[in-house]
C-alpha cells in the first residue's frame, strides 16, 4: 500500500514509469464513488492536485492552455469564462458548488464519460489534449483521447498534464437537458461553436453517442442558409437542421432517459443554440 | 510517502488539533476517518457520493464533501468541520435563524448546510434568493422543501449587514 503526494509533473512521470500499475487521483469526485462503492480498491496511488503546473491556466498563442488539475470553479468565473465561453457554460452545469470546488477539467477525460460535459465543448473547440509521460509530450485530438464509453487511449505511464483549447471570435452555446435543474448529469448536451473569422461553424453532441461525436452533415448543411454578415439563419432550414442533428446521435436507452428522447432533445438543443446565435429569417 | 504493505500513516489537522493517523486501508474518505476514528459525528453520510452534501467540510477554506476526499490526501490541508463552529455552547447568527424559522426538522441536512452557509456568506454577504438557492444546491433536504432555509439565510444576512453596519459608522 502506497500513496504518494506529487509536487511536480516530472515526479508524477517518474512515479508512473517505476511502476505504471500506480493510479491518478485529481479532485477524486469520480474516483471516490467508485471507491465508496467497492468498484475500486485502490493500493497504489499519485495524488496529482497539488502539482503547481497542472493546477495553472496561460495563454499559448491563439490558444489557452489549461492545466489538467483546473478545477471547474475556475472556469466558470474569473477570465476564463470570457476567453472560452461555452467551457465556462459547461462548467456551471456540473454537479454542486462542493463538486466544481474540487473537480477537474483532466478527471472529466480521464474518466471519459459519454455524459462529462467539458467532452463536447472540447470537441467542438477542436481542443488538444497534451499527454506526458517519462518518454516526452504528445498531443492528440479529444476523439483521439476518448475512444469509447469510459475508455481512453492513455498508456499506463501517461497522465494528462493540459488542454490547448483555441481561442475563437464568436458566439458560442453549450445546452444541457437533464431531469432537474440543479445537480444533474446530463441526458443529452450540445455544444455549438462559432468562427467568425472563417465563417465556420461547430457543433459537437453529449450523452448521445458512445464516443465523442460532432454533428457533422448538419454542420455542412446548415452553412448555406446562413448569413454571416448580419448572423441570421433561413428559417426554413430549421426542421431538416434538427433532424440532421438528431440523426448524428446514437443514444442508447437507459436508466436516465429513452433513446428516442435522447435523439428528439438532441434536436431541439441543436435548434436552440442555432437561434441563440443565429436570429431567424423568413425569406429564402 | 511510500509504505510497508499492511499499513498507511498520515497526519491531519481537523479544527486545529493535528491527528496521527495509521490506516490499514488506503481506500478511506476523510470523512469515514473524521467520524469513526475522530469522533467527529458532525458530518453526516448520506450517501457517499458527493450527491446530499451532509458530508461537507472546508478542506484550506474550499467547501468539500468529505466523502469524495481520500483521507490520506487531505494531510497538509486545514480542515474546519461543523464542529469549529462555535467553541462554547452560544449559537451563530446562521443557527439561530435556523431555529427562527423551523428550518431544522429531522436534522440530519442541518449541518451539511450550516458549513455551506457560513462559507457562502463570508464570500457573499448579501444574496439575492436565486444566489442563496443556487449556493445550497449541493445539500439535499428531504423534510423543509427549502423555503424555511432560504429564509433563514436571509435572516442571517440582514443580522450580519446590521451588525457591519454599526462597525462602519466608525470610519
Ligand atoms: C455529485 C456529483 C455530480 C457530478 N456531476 C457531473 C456533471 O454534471 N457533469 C459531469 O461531466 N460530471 C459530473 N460529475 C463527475 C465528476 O465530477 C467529473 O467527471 C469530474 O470532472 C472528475 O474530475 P476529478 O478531478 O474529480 O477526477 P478524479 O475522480 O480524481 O479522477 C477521475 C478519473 O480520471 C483519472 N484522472 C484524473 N486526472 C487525470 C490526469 N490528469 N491524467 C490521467 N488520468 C486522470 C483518474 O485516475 C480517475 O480514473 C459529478 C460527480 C459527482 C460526485
Ligand atoms: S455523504 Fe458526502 S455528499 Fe452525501
Ligand atoms: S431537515 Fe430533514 S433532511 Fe433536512
Known sequence: MEFHIASSTE???????????REILAGGTDFMVEVNFRHKDPSAVIAIDRVPELKQWRHDGDAVSIGSCVTYREIERGPLSTIVPALAQSARTVGSPQIRNVATIGG???????????????????????????DGSREVSIDELITGVKETSLADNEFIEKIRVPILRGPQEFLKVGPRNAMVISIASLAMVTD???????????????APSKAREAE????????????????????????????ASSPINDHRSSATYRKHAVGVLGQRALLRIFESRDDG | MDKDNSSIEYSLSVNGN??????????????YVLRE????????????????????????????????????????????TIESLSDDDSLTVVQEAFIETGAVQCGFCT???????????????????LEIREAISGNLCRCTGYGRIVEAVQIASKQK???????????
Not at chain 1, 11 to 21: I, K, M, N
Not at chain 1, 114 to 134: E, H, T, W
Request: aromatic share 4%; hydrophobic share 40%; with cysteine.
Open chain 2, 111 to 129: 449541518p451539511g448546510l450550516l458549513v455551506t452557509i457560513h462559507d457562502f456568506l463570508e464570500t457573499n454577504p448579501e444574496p439575492n434568493v
Open chain 2, 18 to 31: 493535528s491527528h496521527e493517523i495509521s490506516k490499514s486501508w488506503l481506500g478511506e474518505s476523510l470523512l
Open chain 1, 196 to 210: 467568425l473569422e472563417r465563417s465556420a461553424i461547430a457543433i459537437a453532441l453529449g450523452s448521445v453517442t458512445a
Open chain 1, 108 to 134: 472529466n477525460l480521464g474518466t471519459a464519460s459519454p455524459a462529462g460535459d467539458m467532452i463536447p465543448v472540447l470537441l467542438a473547440l477542436d481542443a488538444k489534449v497534451i499527454i506526458r509521460s517519462i
Open chain 1, 220 to 247: 455542412a448543411y446548415i452553412q448555406d442558409f446562413l448569413d454571416w454578415n448580419v448572423m441570421t439563419v433561413e428559417s426554413s432550414a430549421l426542421p431538416n437542421f434538427r433532424r440532421l442533428v438528431g440523426e
Open chain 2, 161 to 171: 449587514s446590521t451588525g457591519q453596519g454599526g462597525d462602519d459608522v466608525s470610519s
Open chain 1, 11 to 21: 515526479e508524477v512521470c517518474g512515479l508512473l514509469a517505476e511502476d505504471p500499475t
Open chain 2, 37 to 80: 476514528e475522530l469522533g467527529l459525528y458532525g458530518s453526516k453520510n448520506a450517501c457517499e457520493q458527493g450527491e446530499c452534501g451532509s458530508c461537507s467540510v472546508l478542506m484550506d477554506g474550499v467547501l468539500a464533501c468529505s466523502c469524495l476526499v481520500l483521507a490520506a490526501n487531505a494531510t497538509g490541508r486545514n480542515i474546519e
